[in-house]
């Protein structure tokens, strides 16, 4: 029997390991979308941006590497829209916001993708996928970790679109370390996240990774973090990975030393990823051989 409850309680009754799982992300662009939004933010809310602007936009960005994501604050919608924008550098070492406002949508595509355009933001930008017509999860669980969130940091929070990973709603990005979250929800007071962020710290029970790192080494990271209890967000800097056969060996520059990690990667029974899938799918995830070096 078809299983029609939401992606995310699905999720959750199996236990899905989040660890691994942040998309991909070293250069950030976040523009603001007053308004409901379609399936496609830029391409499908003909109310808010003509979708051949949208088109342009996403396209010139995504032709410089970088991720797009609409915002917009959370709750009521203003009367007269407003058109802010952040760029974000997320890689370790060199992270900066950078954030402005233009005057009407066609000023997104005339905007420097360097921030150039912008002021440096000192203050972090939170976003949190309440992107309801991509996926029902993300209506109901985004907008009530938003809310808890924006009670606590109403300058720094806002919603967003699709972030990926909707079985792990409610998804949230902290920039500018790309920090992806999931189950944000589920925490006894997701503001939390956000308090520890402000102290260089991290959750790693709900962290899903950092957006600029590999896949392998996000999942290393969760390991060694739930060995140690390091919760600092720039401890075990990655210092190699070398992929073998069967296992994928992950160096981390530990506080004493360096810490070897081996992994295995395994598919997953088969499941369904989103609310809209009509297809089972199996997928990639990562389980712990071993841990070696000082402090493990």
């Known amino acids: 029997m078809t299983d029609l409850r939401p992606c995310s309680d699905q999720a959750r009754d199996r236990d899905d390991p989040m660890y691994g799982t942040a998309s991909a992300g070293f250069r950030w662009v976040l523009l603001e979308l007053c308004g409901a939004w379609g399936p496609s933010a830029f391409l499908q809310s003909p109310k808010i941006i003509d979708p051949a602007l949208g088109r342009a936009v996403v396209r010139r960005v995504e032709t410089e590497a970088m991720r797009i994501v609409a915002i917009r604050r959370p709750g009521r919608r203003p009367t007269t829209p407003r058109w802010r924008w952040f760029i974000v550098d997320a890689r370790p070492g060199t992270e900066a916001v950078y954030g402005g406002e233009v005057t009407s949508a066609e000023g997104y595509l005339d905007l420097a993708l360097d921030g150039s355009d912008g002021e440096l933001i000192t203050d972090p930008v939170v976003a949190v996928c309440a992107h309801g017509k991509h996926d029902q999860c993300c209506a109901v669980r985004g907008r009530a970790a938003t809310a808890a969130i924006a009670a606590a940091y109403p300058e720094w929070t806002w919603e967003c679109s699709h972030l990926g990973g909707d079985r792990f709603a409610a998804t949230m990005l902290v920039l500018p370390h790309g920090l992806c979250y999931g189950a944000v929800d589920s925490a006894d007071d ?24 590999p896949h392998a080494v996000q999942a290393a990271q969760y390991f060694v973090r739930r060995a140690t209890g390091d919760d600092r967000i720039d401890a075990l800097e990655p210092l190699d990975v070398q992929r073998g056969e069967h296992r994928i060996h992950v160096v981390l520059d530990g506080p004493r030393g360096p810490i070897e990690v081996t992994l295995a990667e395994h598919m997953s029974d088969p499941l369904h990823s989103t609310c809209n899938a009509s297809v089972a799918g199996r997928v990639r995830q990562f389980v712990l051989v071993s841990i070696e070096g000082p402090s493990t």
Do not use: C, Q
């Open 190 to 213: 997701p503001a939390e996240i956000i308090r520890l962020y402000t102290e260089g710290r991290l959750d790693n029970a709900l962290l899903r990774g950092r957006t600029s790192l």
